[in-house]
């Protein structure tokens, strides 16, 4: 990976989450992971890439009749999803170290990118949404599953408020949809609200054929 300062802190603050992310970041987001894979598109043999599997809590809930590539910058976090993996004797799911903004997969690999809880996380969204769109063969799906900066005028000015506070612990609050699509070529074919009682937003964008 070819990084620049602010990339390896961005690992280091990765790897330092890597033995608290399950505990902090997973029961209250599991139900979306689930209720977002559940709801992909996949036919048997579908090729899939994760972005940012972390430690690997989406892993159990692909599957078996898909193969599933996923990455992350954290070497710490892809060793906690490479013991999940083999507790659960998962073999349709491989991990690999990877910048999501620079990825090294030929152009148009596979049937359908997934990003869950990523692009705020990231410092460059638009880089790797487009990255997803690339790797993506045509008539293939980039689906996202994230917050994103509200509609309502009282609640996004206090996201956009608080995001210099959040990005100290690795996220954002103030990104918006619109920005992104605006910045890519993406086009959405599917909103919707998902996550129960904390929700978030799933996008489903279709790249032509």
Request: proline share 6%.
């Given at each position: 990976?070819?990084?620049?300062?602010?990339?390896?802190?961005?690992?280091?603050?990765?790897?330092?989450?890597?033995?608290?992310?399950?505990?902090?970041?997973?029961?209250?987001?599991?139900?979306?992971?689930?209720?977002?894979?559940?709801?992909?598109?996949?036919?048997?043999?579908?090729?899939?890439?994760e972005?940012?599997?972390?430690?690997?809590?989406?892993?159990?809930?692909?599957?078996?009749?898909?193969?599933?590539?996923?990455?992350?910058?954290s070497?710490?976090?892809?060793?906690?999803?490479?013991?999940?993996?083999?507790?659960?004797?998962?073999?349709?799911?491989?991990?690999?170290?990877?910048?999501?903004?620079?990825?090294?997969?030929?152009?148009?690999?596979?049937?359908?990118?997934?990003?869950?809880?990523?692009?705020?996380?990231?410092?460059?969204?638009?880089?790797?949404?487009?990255?997803?769109?690339?790797?993506c063969?045509?008539?293939?799906?980039?689906?996202?599953?994230?917050?994103?900066?509200?509609?309502?005028?009282?609640?996004?000015?206090?996201?956009?408020?608080?995001?210099?506070?959040?990005?100290?612990?690795?996220?954002?609050t103030?990104?918006?949809?619109?920005?992104?699509?605006?910045?890519?070529?993406?086009?959405?074919?599917?909103?919707?609200?998902?996550?129960?009682?904390?929700?978030?937003?799933?996008?489903?964008?279709?790249?032509?054929?």
């Amino acid at each position: 990976m070819n990084l620049d300062h602010a990339g390896y802190g961005r690992i280091q603050n990765y790897d330092r989450l890597a033995t608290v992310y399950d505990r902090v970041f997973g029961p209250g987001l599991q139900a979306g992971r689930a209720q977002s894979i559940r709801q992909l598109p996949l036919w048997p043999g579908d090729s899939v890439l994760e972005i940012g599997i972390g430690t690997g809590l989406t892993a159990t809930h692909y599957p078996e009749h898909c193969s599933v590539t996923g990455i992350d910058v954290s070497a710490k976090m892809l060793a906690r999803a490479a013991r999940r993996l083999a507790q659960s004797n998962l073999h349709h799911v491989r991990l690999l170290q990877m910048d999501a903004a620079a990825m090294a997969f030929p152009n148009n690999t596979f049937a359908l990118a997934y990003a869950a809880y990523v692009l705020t996380a990231v410092p460059d969204p638009i880089a790797v949404a487009s990255e997803m769109y690339r790797v993506c063969r045509p008539g293939g799906y980039i689906i996202f599953l994230n917050h994103f900066l509200s509609q309502h005028p009282v609640l996004s000015w206090c996201e956009r408020a608080i995001s210099p506070l959040t990005e100290r612990i690795g996220f954002r609050t103030d990104l918006s949809l619109a920005m992104l699509l605006a910045g890519t070529s993406l086009r959405p074919v599917g909103v919707e609200r998902v996550n129960g009682t904390r929700p978030l937003t799933l996008v489903v964008c279709r790249k032509p054929l």
